[in-house]
């Protein structure tokens, strides 16, 4: 009996947060969950959510995924250059938010030079996504997608929404809804429902959701919400939604094959 | 600046395939797709669903994802042993779905020891999933799920089902309907749902589904079904399911946060 082939390396990460940001001619919406883990045994509960505001200037938000060192000392070093005046580009004096999601990705690149090659010894997971958005005066709003190496891409009117994290059973729901000129509202009602579902198949994602909806050209976040188990709407929408499943189930007809 | 940190190995496996296998009170229903590809540039129809059958004696069903190499082989090695003659254990005298596993198992494992390591140093897939199900006269139906290292496990009352492949977008559904004492004119519904869910999301998931289905102590096929693009009940699934969603959705009441 030869010796067992080698198996590829153990490298799935399991997704321990979902996160959307949707990019609509009405505005953007951020949402996140808040668990974090390291195993089953270790749960943790850390906002996804950072927010950068100066009302009538720039509301710039961020989610993130992935190693929370990373992605917590990637957001610092954004942080400690808006503090280090303006000799340098900073989260407050950048004139687009693409010159912002380069910040970040510098950022992110500065924390995986440090730490990366440690982690990978020990084989930790080192992931880190980001979504990043929001509206600098002078320009339309903006919405990227920061990917592990730093490097980003912007959503457009064809991909409107960007998720990371635990993606997929939260995505069927906004490819049938989500257009650019769905209204904030029906935005939010279909994050909600996207994150029920997402709950509902990956328990190492939970409550509460950090929500904010921002407006274009408001210049000012217009709501921002922190979404916990008792919440009543979203217990409705969970139950009404599984109700409604099941009737839409029970309502197509029976296959004439057998 | 210093140099970029090494990145995880990119192992990720896009899933080419989604097999799903139920295992009822009153049979077993079994469900593959037939699309396999190297790179969107190069697409293929393979039925991942293989049949051994005596009736009144046998009927043994196996699905499969991975490697098509490593998949077809392995099937290869147990038909072979099947003609072999009684000297061995194989697919028509095993007395029971257990030692029937394990063969595959074991002709799984022949395979990758000859044939993994080969894989391994060119970085191709070597992943190899089954599933095996049936019954043999003399114990009740059971289903198997055989993993790449020809390990495996049973479905019980508590789990009666198994994916393999394209797993996320067609589990909510199969959740949401199926208990082991759901119909098999449900289960089959169900099943349609889960694999228009499955190619509404991924397009390396395609049509035409292989369909079987088992009915208790029977001892022969109940109904195998090919079932292509034109199939009017799966059209039929395709438009109500996604127009009862949108539905439902509309009717969720909407926050009143704002």
């Known amino acids: 009996m030869p010796d ?11 997704s321990m947060t979902y996160c959307v940001a949707m990019s609509l001619d009405a505005g ?12 089953v045994d270790q749960i943790g509960r850390f906002s996804k959510m950072k927010v950068f505001a100066q009302e009538g200037e720039r509301v710039i938000v961020t989610l993130s995924s992935g190693n929370l060192s990373l992605t917590q000392n990637a957001l610092s070093i954004l942080d400690q250059k808006a503090r280090g005046g303006d000799s340098e580009l900073h989260l407050g004096n950048a004139q687009s938010m693409f010159d912002v999601a380069r910040l970040l990705g510098d950022s992110l690149r500065d924390v995986k030079s440090r730490d990366g090659p440690y982690l990978m010894q020990n084989n930790v997971d080192a992931s880190a996504n980001f979504l990043i958005g929001g509206q600098i005066r002078g320009e339309p709003p903006r919405l990227f997608n920061v990917y592990g190496e730093g490097n980003f891409i912007e959503a457009t009117p064809d991909t409107c929404y960007f998720q990371i994290g635990e993606t997929k059973y939260g995505k069927p729901i906004i490819d049938r809804v989500i257009k650019r000129t769905t209204s904030l509202v029906d935005a939010t009602k279909c994050t909600m429902v996207s994150f029920d579902s997402t709950m509902r198949s ?4 939970g409550l509460p959701i950090d929500l904010l909806v921002y407006e274009t050209d408001t210049l000012r976040i217009k709501l921002s919400r922190r979404i916990e188990e008792t919440d009543p709407y979203f217990q409705m929408v969970h139950t009404q939604w599984g109700e409604g499943l099941r009737r839409v189930f029970a309502q197509l007809p029976d296959p004439d094959w057998t």
Chains 1, 2 share one sequence.
């Open 4 to 14: 067992p082939p080698r198996t590829q390396p153990a490298c799935h990460v399991p």
């Open 28 to 39: 953007i919406i951020f949402a996140s969950d808040s668990r974090t883990n390291a195993g």
């Open 202 to 205: 990956n328990i190492s994602v």
